[in-house]
């Protein structure tokens, strides 16, 4: 028993060697005793101690890029409309001579455009389109705007350069104005005949007496142009070519004659007459006839 105890402790004594040697401050327990192997001392030798296990490969250094996180879209409030306040339009002065309209007023401001060139008919005592564009010629020659409208600014200014229009330039006898006299009728007793503006004035030495409108033939059957005479005179005169009548009818060129005509004063300027110079007014024309005598002239100008 007791060789077997000193077998045990040499095995033991020899074991705890070779630990010590191959671990480095590593404790083991032999036989029930602790014992720890020390760290060799700096040029020690170490050819006896067993080979060290490969250093462990150092890990690979990890980039780390920065993702920003997206961020979830989030729609802007609704904006909240503030009513605008509605604008008040400026206030506009109405009228004196309003478009449309009719009466003693559209003939005055007819008369006075007319005055001054800028109204190229007789007044007609109703403010229409032609009215509207001469007021707005009156109002562009005087560097007013060019509105049409005659407000109290043009109705100032039109009437301070024109004077007060008279009876006759307010109710002229005429559609048109009568054009400017053939000097052929400016000496004498003359029907003056304009192709021009279609008006018959009756004159004597140069003033008018009577005017009217007129109307003349067609392409086909014109009504002849220069100076006659009256030859005679028929008051209830039937045309014997064409069978109509031809009351207060006054012959000047062979069958062409000037005399009131039924048809011109129900369908105006869209007829014709065969040659002859039709009148309108029967009331004028009669009062003509009684006053014209045979031989006085009868001129037809364009």
Not at 28 to 52: I, K, M, N, W
Not at 212 to 238: A, I
Not at 277 to 290: E, T
Request: proline share 7%; charged share 20%; net charge positive.
């Amino acid at each position: 028993m007791h060789g077997r105890s000193v077998v045990r402790t040499a095995l033991a004594t020899a074991a705890a060697a070779a630990l010590v040697a191959g671990c480095r401050g590593e404790t083991v327990t032999l036989d029930g005793q602790r014992h720890t192997r020390a760290e060799p001392r700096a040029g020690a030798s170490t050819a006896s101690a067993a080979p060290r296990a490969p250093a462990a490969a150092p890990r690979p250094h990890r980039t780390f890029t920065h993702t920003p996180r997206a961020t979830p879209h989030r729609a802007a409030p609704p904006r909240t409309r503030v009513a605008a306040k509605p604008r008040t339009a400026p206030r506009v002065a109405p009228p004196v001579v309003a478009f449309g309209t009719s009466g003693e007023r559209v003939r005055e401001l007819q008369a006075r455009l007319r005055e001054l060139g800028h109204f190229g008919r007789n007044p007609t005592g109703y403010f229409g389109t032609v009215t509207r564009a001469s007021v707005a010629s009156y109002q562009r020659a005087r560097g007013l705007a060019a509105t049409g409208s005659v407000d109290s600014r043009t109705w100032t200014s039109l009437r301070s350069r024109t004077t007060a229009p008279t009876r006759d330039e307010l109710y002229p006898p005429t559609t048109s104005p009568l054009a400017k006299p053939d000097s052929r009728c400016l000496t004498g007793r003359v029907l003056c005949i304009s192709k021009g503006s279609r008006t018959l004035a009756w004159m004597i030495n140069g003033r008018v007496v009577s005017a009217m409108d007129v109307r003349f033939g067609s392409q086909y059957t014109p009504t002849r142009e220069g100076l006659f005479q009256v030859n005679f005179k028929s008051r209830d005169h039937v045309s014997t070519i064409y069978h109509t009548p031809m009351p207060y009818a006054m012959f000047f060129s062979g069958g062409q004659a000037v005399h009131y005509s039924a048809d011109f004063a129900a369908r105006g300027y869209s007829g014709a007459s065969h040659g002859c110079v039709n009148v309108r007014d029967k009331k004028k024309i009669a009062a003509v006839f009684n006053q014209v005598k045979a031989g006085d002239k009868v001129v037809v100008y364009k």
